[in-house]
């Protein structure tokens, strides 16, 4: 039995009148409840195109009963506060009974669902009436009914739940029980996702003209699994799921963090999800002087998430194009674990209250993904601009990425030759100071355009030419307090060892002025 049904229970026996569940499937929770109860416990169930309906033999009893107030019009009850008042009658004789609300969070701003509510309360503990609120993830009860509603979340599905909903599928599909490999392979792909799209999806995956006896290896795509997943987790409201095909050897130079990461995610308790924040600062700016309170509601809820469930962090500062938000994305592939975006810009909501809501859900979908097991990336580029308290959750470690040396450019170089097709005999063009992301881009103009590497250059802009100022600052900002990304220990800068912004020109016969 689940935790949350065991809660539920309890809280039935001790005749608890009003009671929220926090859902990802309200169908499955339903059920869920149901058949904990035998389909013995009288069940009404509301949603705003039926009205109120019986769900079993006993709840059509007491809807019976219910709707003698009302002269048996179900139509009446479409409307909730109607349905509300129905359910209020002091004298209509239902006891004991489940009145299901479906969504009802929608409805909850009109202040008569609101005193519809309130008004069950005492009516409900002295009857044994359980008033049940299906909620989405996330969302939190008005002020002016938080203090008398007892709240329950209802997890996704286990990994040993979801094994079951494998097996039940090839069951009823006339297979033999699949062997151990393809279920462990099916529930790493389906975990995260509630019990009716995960049998969804797996039904839909299952290839049922494959030989019964001999085909079981080949017969559930887990491929499609994994795709499906990743539809149903970008449905999610600033979550997005990273498909590309990056490869972690392909990132030249900074070893010292490549190591550090590999060692994360080979030693113990290694991370199932990969979560990504980028430009931190930006998402978080405004925290305790928005006039909304938004986004200090937002950091606030990620801070307790953070602590609360231990989440390991990672910060990423230095200059920008050195594969900040390249490395974390080619990690996931190499690894084969989902690498998730946060977008704090996609999760925020015109209505007061919603943007919360939605950070709380999307959190509660990567702990599914994930079973608890986070490492979370994010990247900066003015760490003095996130609150301090923010700044600790990031205990892992912070490292600063800066300009690639000779070696690291060589490397780098070498790749994008690769990818581009470019010959070796194309001779390169003076890059002190590049970035990769110049390096890509002047392998990437040779290619467009058909010219050399060293005529490319002609079109690069180097960013310790465009932002010296700010370049030179977070150097020297960043000496000695954050771990080198090329090198064993702390960054250090070192002025007389960096390219000055004449060296750092291509050779174009440009010259700086002044």
Not at 240 to 254: H, R
Not at 283 to 309: C, H, I, R, Y
Not at 428 to 437: A, Q
Not at 445 to 468: D, Q
Request: hydrophobic share 40%; glycine share 8%.
């Amino acid at each position: 039995m689940t935790n949350f049904i065991k809660q539920f229970k309890a809280a039935n026996a001790v005749s608890t009148p009003l009671v929220a569940i926090r859902t990802f499937d309200n169908g499955s929770t339903i059920r869920t409840i149901q058949t904990s109860f035998d389909d013995k416990q009288p069940i009404i169930v509301w949603d705003c195109v039926k009205g109120l309906k019986a769900l079993n033999k006993p709840g059509g009893e007491a809807l019976s009963k219910a709707m003698s107030d009302a002269q048996g019009q179900a139509e009446l009850t479409i409307q909730l506060p109607e349905a509300l008042r129905v359910l209020s009658g002091p004298k209509n004789g239902v006891e004991d009974t489940f009145i299901v609300l479906q969504n009802p969070h929608l409805f909850w701003t009109d202040p008569a669902v609101l005193q519809g509510i309130w008004n069950l309360r005492d009516l409900f503990k002295i009857s044994g009436n359980m008033l049940v609120l299906l909620v989405s993830s996330g969302a939190i009860l008005p002020v002016e009914i938080a203090n008398d509603f007892l709240v329950l979340d209802e997890a996704l599905p286990t990994q040993e739940e979801l094994e079951v909903i494998v097996k039940n599928t090839f069951t009823s599909a006339k297979f033999d029980e699949p062997p151990a490999n393809i279920i462990k392979s099916a529930t790493a792909a389906l975990i995260g996702l509630p019990a009716f799209p995960a049998e969804q999806c797996t039904a839909m995956c299952l290839d049922t003209t494959v030989d019964k006896k001999k085909g079981l290896e080949t017969a559930l795509d887990i491929n499609g699994l994994w795709e499906r997943k990743r539809q149903t987790i970008n449905q999610t409201k600033g979550l997005s799921v990273y498909t590309g095909k990056d490869k972690f050897e392909d990132i030249g130079g900074i070893a010292n963090v490549k190591e550090f990461l590999i060692k994360i995610m080979e030693g113990a308790d290694a991370p199932n999800a990969i979560i990504f924040i980028d430009e931190i600062e930006k998402a978080f700016a405004g925290t305790g002087t928005d006039s909304s309170g938004v986004k200090t509601e937002l950091t606030g809820t990620m801070l307790s998430w953070m602590e609360d469930k231990q989440v390991a962090g990672i910060m990423f500062i230095g200059v920008p194009g050195v594969g900040k938000s390249q490395l974390p994305k080619t990690l996931g592939n190499k690894y084969g674990r989902p690498f998730i975006k946060f977008d704090f810009a996609g999760m925020q909501d015109s209505l007061v209250g919603n943007s919360g809501t939605n950070l709380r859900n999307s959190i509660a979908v990567v702990d599914a993904v994930s079973g608890g097991k986070v490492l979370c990336i994010a990247t900066c580029n003015n760490i003095e601009a996130l609150p301090p308290e923010l700044q600790s959750r990031f205990q892992l470690a912070t490292f600063f990425f800066d300009t690639p040396t000779s070696e690291e450019r060589a490397s780098i170089w070498a790749t994008y030759r690769r990818v581009y097709n470019i010959p070796e005999s194309d001779a390169l063009p003076s890059c002190d100071g590049w970035t990769g992301r110049e390096i890509k881009g002047c392998c990437d103009k040779a290619y467009r355009l058909k010219i050399s590497l060293v005529e490319a250059a002609a079109y690069v802009v180097p960013c310790i030419i465009s932002n010296a100022y700010k370049i030179d600052s977070l150097r020297r900002a960043s000496d000695g307090k954050y771990l080198s990304a090329s090198k064993s220990g702390f960054y250090h800068y070192a002025p007389e060892e960096k390219a000055t912004i004449e060296e750092a020109l291509p050779a174009t016969g440009r010259k700086m002025k002044g």
